[in-house]
């Protein structure tokens, strides 16, 4: 996860294309006890073919 200095942004990156379902939503609960507004996230599908 990557954040701003005041948490007007963040970021859950992966080196994969999706994250496993479990992962994302032990991320996603960490950033809510933060204090970040998940239910404001957007997710974006990552459908592009390498080569």
């Given amino acids: 996860m ?4 005041n948490r ?3 970021w859950i990156l992966s080196r994969e294309k999706t994250l496993p379902d ?11 006890e933060l204090g970040f507004a998940v239910d404001e996230l957007i997710y974006v599908t990552q459908d592009r073919k390498d080569g």
């Fill in 22 to 32: 479990p992962i994302l939503n032990r991320l996603t609960e960490k950033a809510r």
């Fill in 2 to 5: 990557v954040c701003g200095p």
């Fill in 8 to 10: 007007s942004y963040l």
